[in-house]
């Protein structure tokens, strides 16, 4: 077993501070724990605004990438959208550098786990299209969080709904099982799937709920569920980390077998 951790990046949300005085790079702690104990890597933070040649050698020095959820929807005009209302948050600096990562991460055969927003970004990245707002479509439910100042935790993240894996899809594989119970907290959603991504689980009202990228050599997962909240007591968010993390050590070693681990 080699003795060294894979390095995973882990994409970061722009957030605005002191009413608009500090403007700061930011991710939730529990994707940072999973990372750290449930795929066995070390966890580094990707801010913005890296591109080109410098997000290529950035990209030499990471053996996997987790793309996040965050507050702000990917902005419309990446995949021929309406334009979002004025008030609608948006984060131009990580729909920049995250579309523009995940096909080079392909290409190099990086391993890729996309959450909520991260399945999104997957989907537009390779021209596919979102849903804008999931609950206002015709017999869809409604699948954002619950919100008001008493809300807790946990109900935030609890249980909501059933997911149903493709027949002898990578789900199906993994947990030997037909359907799972996952969380739900998002107001987009996949509408037309990328022609490269295949989708790997719907919802109980048929919203993509998982996707993989059948030609990367690798992992490379979009989930739609926060799969970071608790591994430690879900089967399937424990096993995603544990499969991520394998695949980024294995990515790790072939690097330093092939001398570009520079």
């Not at 930011?26 to 066995?40: D, E, H, Q």
């Not at 544990?242 to 520079?262: D, P, R, T, V």
Request: one cysteine or more; proline letters at 5%; charged letters at 25%.
């Amino acid at each position: 077993m080699s003795s060294t951790k894979p390095i995973i990046g882990i994409s970061t949300n722009e957030i605005i501070n002191f009413g608009g005085r500090q403007v700061s790079h930011s991710t939730g702690l529990r994707y940072v724990n999973a990372v750290s104990k449930f795929s066995n890597a070390i966890p580094i933070l990707i801010p913005s605004y890296i591109k080109g040649k410098d997000l290529d050698l950035l990209l030499k020095k990471v053996d996997g990438i987790v793309l996040t959820g965050g507050r702000a929807n990917v902005e419309p005009h990446h995949f021929g959208g309406n334009p979002f209302p004025p008030d609608e948050p948006i984060d131009v600096g990580r729909d920049e550098i995250v579309l523009e990562m995940i096909p080079k991460c392909v290409s190099l055969g990086i391993p890729i786990f996309g959450i909520c927003r991260g399945i999104q970004e997957m989907n537009v990245a390779y021209g596919g299209t979102l849903h804008y707002r999931v609950h206002l479509l015709d017999e869809k439910n409604d699948h954002r969080m619950p919100r008001g100042d008493d809300v807790t935790v946990e109900q935030i993240f609890k249980l909501k709904h059933r997911i149903d894996f493709v027949k002898n899809g990578y789900f199906f594989k993994l947990l030997k099982k037909d359907s799972c119970l996952v969380n739900s907290l998002h107001g987009q959603a996949i509408d037309i799937i990328a022609n490269n991504l295949k989708i790997e689980a719907l919802s109980d009202d048929g919203i993509i709920e998982a996707v993989s990228i059948p030609n990367h050599p690798s992992f490379a997962v979009g989930v739609q569920w926060h799969a970071e909240y608790e591994p430690e007591k879900n089967e399937l968010n424990k096993c995603l980390f544990a499969e991520f993390g394998s695949a980024c050590s294995i990515y790790s070693e072939k690097k330093l077998k092939n001398n570009l681990n520079w």
